[in-house]
């Protein structure tokens, strides 16, 4: 190893990263990508980005991007190549097919030109997954794979539409993607026999937990509630990020219905949002919120008195919710409403910062909101647990190291497909 691989390790390295969403999306799994990106063109490296237009977590196409077949941007010093794809307003197996399928061709089609030295693709989307792969391949050069969500789980656990058909399909996207990688980055452990079972030998699988990715609350507690309109006295709820059928929301919405005396706020959007309203209709104590921006996001977070991270009970192993990291920062208590045996519960356990309750049962969830809100104290002693766990495991710093030290792995001592 020379003396610049053995401390500047990224210097002049050319690096792809494929990622369907990207800034400026500011939740799900966008602003890793791009931190990501961002972190290593600091580090010296020549980083371009293949990713989608903006649409997420609304499922609705940015406007600035409208008219955008095709695109290039700097951003934070990476080369950023946007291609248009289709966006379904609502999710069926179909028309998440047919995304994939226009996201799979605009990239294949006209990839970023030049060779890099490395392919890294965030999972999903599976075309993401499929596109890295084929383009390292076709550069015979190192695929780093990072799995956030298991599509082919999502899909049977889910409750999408016709989602039972599309599970074998996505799950041999998903093999395509990992066959030939030169490690496999999972964010839980929980991950691990999913992806072995997808033919992967353990020895090639790296844990690569998400950081958190915003700063914790600035602004004063109660000054926030007042802005917001939510009475001192009365016990909030909040859920913020993707309003899809996998968080099986209806649970909240049915909780408020039960309790008139706590009110339950929605954040965020998504393609189940018009349903949700539907169902919340006559209920004056639901309200629903825009996603909110960078710079008060935390803040509404530490207004409310408990967080709720809901999943369908079918969700075991197909995701972690990005979400619980910023839930953390907030210091506020947390309420999973989740299968017990799985990654988020898990998650949520180690943390200290919240309490278990049942999937799908709103007097289960109602009877714990109300035992938060009966013992403030108590209530923030749990909460002021996420920070600290940030502060122990989940910092940015730590978590781009760890990112540093799987393409370190790769490229540098030569664990991949392409030796220097």
Do not use: C
């Not at 179909?94 to 799979?104: G, I, P, Q, W």
């Not at 997954?129 to 780093?144: E, F, M, N, Q, Y």
């Not at 020895?203 to 950081?211: E, H, M, Q, T």
């Not at 943390?351 to 278990?356: Q, R």
């Amino acid at each position: 190893m020379s003396d610049v691989e053995r401390h500047r390790p990224l210097q002049n390295r050319r690096l792809l990263v494929v990622s369907t969403n990207y800034a400026p999306e500011v939740t799900g799994i966008g602003p890793y990508a791009t931190q990501l990106a961002e972190h290593w063109a600091a580090s010296g490296a020549r980083v371009r980005a293949l990713t989608g237009m903006p649409h997420y977590p609304s499922w609705r196409l940015d406007e600035a991007y409208r008219n955008v077949w095709r695109t290039v941007e700097i951003r934070g010093g990476v080369g950023v190549h946007r291609r248009r794809h289709y966006v379904p307003p609502r999710q069926t197996a179909l028309k998440r097919a047919a995304f994939e399928a226009s996201v799979l061709a605009t990239g294949l089609i006209a990839p970023p030109p030049g060779r890099p030295d490395a392919v890294i693709s965030q999972m999903p989307s599976l075309a993401g997954g499929v596109i890295a792969a084929r383009l390292a391949r076709r550069h015979r050069v190192p695929h780093i794979p990072v799995v956030q969500d298991l599509m082919g789980a999502a899909a049977a656990q889910s409750g999408i539409r016709g989602g039972g058909r599309a599970a074998a399909v996505a799950a041999a996207a998903e093999r395509y993607a990992l066959s030939g990688a030169a490690l496999v980055g999972v964010i839980h452990e929980t991950f691990v026999p999913g992806v072995t079972a997808l033919g992967v030998d353990p020895g090639r699988i790296r844990l690569v937990p998400n950081w958190t990715h915003v700063q914790g609350p600035t602004a004063d507690r109660a000054a926030t509630r007042a802005r917001l309109g939510w009475d001192p006295g009365t016990p909030v709820l909040l859920h913020s990020g993707n309003m899809g059928l996998k968080q099986g929301l209806e649970v909240l919405v049915d909780t408020a219905r039960l309790a008139p005396d706590v009110r339950v706020v929605l954040m965020g959007d998504g393609n189940q949002r018009d349903a949700l309203r539907a169902r919340a209709e006559g209920l004056p104590n639901v309200d629903f919120l825009e996603p909110a921006g960078a710079g008060e996001f935390t803040d509404i977070l530490a207004a409310a008195d408990v967080l709720a991270v809901t999943q369908r009970a079918s969700v075991l192993d197909m995701s972690v919710p990005s979400k619980l990291t910023s839930y953390f920062v907030s210091g506020r208590p947390v309420i999973a409403s989740v299968a017990d045996d799985g990654g988020t519960a898990d998650e949520v356990r180690r943390s200290g910062a919240g309490v278990l309750v049942a999937p799908e049962d709103p007097a289960a969830l109602l009877e714990t909101v109300r035992k938060l809100a009966a013992d403030p104290a108590a209530a923030d002693a749990l909460g002021a647990e996420g920070p600290r766990y940030v502060a122990r495991h989940l910092s940015r710093e730590a978590g781009l190291a760890r990112f540093d030290a799987l393409l370190a792995e790769v490229l540098v001592d030569g664990r991949g497909s392409s030796r220097r």
